[in-house]
């Protein structure tokens, strides 16, 4: 399924969008498409990927985004 990373290294084009940011790991988050919805994977142990207000635990998938979500 087409997937999108994001993180503080590069990463391949169009798959990948660079944070620079110092809060941001290497390797931070996975947003994978599944059934025309996008599921959002915390993939760092340091910084938290954090939807809605709510901090995802390393490795937890989000349920399924929907329009108005936010990530930070």
Do not use: C, K
């Not at 087409?2 to 931070?28: D, I, N």
């Not at 207000?53 to 989000?62: I, Y």
Request: glycine content about 6%; hydrophobic content about 40%.
């Amino acid at each position: 399924p087409p997937t999108v990373t994001f993180g503080r290294s590069e990463g391949p084009a169009y798959r990948h969008v660079q944070l620079l940011a110092r809060t941001v790991s290497r390797r931070h988050a996975v947003m994978t498409l599944a059934d025309e919805h996008w599921a959002l994977e915390n993939a760092s142990a340091t910084n938290p990927v954090i939807l809605n207000g709510r901090p995802l635990a390393p490795g937890e998938v989000a349920p399924l985004l929907v329009e108005g979500d936010r990530i930070e």
